[in-house]
């Protein structure tokens, strides 16, 4: 199975900054990873896939990079309707795996 | 658009089958490429992929679960069924049904809203 390792598990950070979150897999994935967003008591809504492929009706302030076993999920300015838990997952094989999550607070 | 739908007990009791349906519009389950996922979430964890099935009936399963787990579709009914059996309190989770799209392999695009299974005696 690949493994997903995602960093960091938790942080806060204040409307306007940059925020960028990181995943790592186990092995090389090609570009076969997606980020979802989700806050509480709502599915995850997919945000970015095949790694930096914006999502139809996603803000463009929310951006994604990366290629192999090393990807990157940026936030360009922060807004207050931001604040949620993120995940990546790796699309590439079966089974499918999620990174463990990053809850993001706001300032 | 599409949309998707879970139904199914809210409570089961340690070694019951748990029975899900999700009843889906908006698309077809018989169009070349398209799939029906579950996913289940823990509460407070990450999300756990279960079982896939795409339009031509292939199924996969989570191997770590595969040995309970069934999936199947009712194309006819806009419906796919999962079940779980012999489930313990570890199972208790958010349940979600999701719509994979076509040309993109496994990337869930819409969810459902999901169903809390307690399993609890």
């Known amino acids: 199975d690949i493994q997903m390792t995602q960093s960091p598990s938790s942080l806060s950070a204040s409307v306007g900054d940059r925020v960028t979150i990181t995943c790592q897999a186990s092995?090389?994935?090609?570009?076969?990873l997606n980020w979802y967003q989700q806050k509480p008591g709502k599915a995850p809504k997919l945000l970015i896939y095949?790694?930096?492929n914006l999502e139809t009706g996603v803000p463009s302030r929310f951006s994604g990079s990366g290629s192999g076993t090393d990807f990157t999920f940026d936030i360009s300015s922060l807004q207050p309707e931001d604040a949620a838990t993120y995940y990546c997952?790796?699309?590439?094989?079966?089974?499918?795996?999620f990174g463990q999550g990053t809850r993001l607070e706001i300032k | 658009q599409i949309t998707l739908r879970e139904s199914g007990p809210t409570l089961v009791k340690p070694t019951q089958t748990l029975t899900l349906t999700c009843t889906f519009s908006?698309?077809?389950?018989?169009?070349?490429?398209?799939?029906v996922g579950w996913i289940r979430q823990p509460p407070g964890k990450a999300p756990e992929w279960l079982a896939i099935?795409?339009?031509?009936?292939?199924?996969y399963y989570n191997p770590s679960l595969m040995i309970r787990l069934a999936i199947t579709k009712d194309t006819s009914k806009n419906q796919v069924v999962l079940t779980m059996t012999n489930m313990d309190s570890v199972d208790t989770a958010t349940y979600y049904c999701?719509?994979?799209?076509?040309?993109?392999?496994?990337?869930?695009?819409?969810w459902g809203q999901g169903t809390l299974v307690t399993v609890s005696s």
């Open positions: 999701a719509h994979k799209r076509p040309g993109w392999d496994l990337l869930f695009d819409f």
């Open positions: 092995q090389d994935i090609r570009k076969y």
């Open positions: 095949g790694a930096s």
């Open positions: 908006g698309f077809s389950l018989s169009r070349s490429g398209v799939g």
């Open positions: 997952q790796q699309a590439d094989e079966l089974p499918i795996n």
């Open positions: 099935i795409y339009h031509n009936d292939n199924k």
